[in-house]
């Protein structure tokens, strides 16, 4: 149901665009890593996976269970809630870990948070925390490095500017880019695969932004 509501959503909201690199696919039980920048990018990522043909569970923050509506709709999807900074964050990592053994896609901000930044502008991705890595570890399950820009267009700043931002958006109808890079086998220690993610969906990212015209991806 969310990628169906991400679909009809993210069109009325900008103008998505998606690319991938040659030979890219996404196989069952791969790992999608996607840099995050907005609380509108869960969305932009979804609809773009959607016309791609996949449909994945997402690893995301538990406060969103709290919700009304939304949260029962997580739930009855299986989408797994991360609670950061706790225990029972690990029992994230082994629902992800299920998903991936009964064939589903997992899409995961190994990022673990948003930036603190206010402005529109695109950043290459912040450093990764070990949850990939150890998902990775845990199941030998590919990573497939997506890119995304042009989300902070549609909402960033503080909440007062990110629901301006959502409320306007279908009046400004932002450019919106995503792009799928070519799988991954990552190997080596966890700081290895780690770092190697996070080279890929930098590299991901960057394809976007500069699909944008965005100056910090073509400056690089």
Do not use: C
Not at 82 to 90: E, F, K, L, S, Y
Not at 103 to 125: F, H, M, S
Not at 174 to 183: F, I, K, N, S
Request: proline share 7%.
């Amino acid at each position: 149901m969310l990628s169906r509501i991400a679909e009809v959503l993210v069109p009325a909201a900008g103008r998505l665009s998606v690319t991938t690199d040659p030979g890219a696919g996404l196989a069952p039980g791969s790992i999608v890593a996607a840099n995050h920048t907005s609380l509108a990018d869960p969305a932009i990522v979804i609809a773009a996976l959607r016309r791609l043909g996949a449909e994945p569970v997402i690893m995301a923050a538990a406060g969103l269970w709290r919700i009304p509506l939304l949260g029962s709709a997580l739930a009855r999807e299986g989408h797994i809630p991360v609670i950061r900074g706790d225990r029972r964050a690990a029992a994230a990592l082994d629902l992800a870990a299920q998903a991936l053994e009964r064939g589903r896609l997992v899409l995961i901000y190994a990022e673990g948070g948003l930036p603190r930044r206010r402005d529109v502008a695109e950043a290459a991705p912040g450093p990764f925390r070990s949850g990939l890595a150890r998902i990775v570890e845990h199941t030998g399950a590919p990573v497939i490095p997506v890119g995304q820009a042009g989300a902070r267009r549609v909402a960033s700043g503080n909440a007062a500017k990110q629901l301006a931002g959502l409320a306007t958006a279908p009046l400004r109808r932002p450019t919106l880019h995503v792009h799928v890079g070519t799988p991954l086998e990552l190997t080596g220690d966890r700081a290895a695969r780690t770092a190697r993610a996070r080279t890929a969906v930098t590299a991901a990212w960057r394809t976007a932004a500069a699909r944008l015209r965005e100056p910090a991806a073509l400056s690089g």
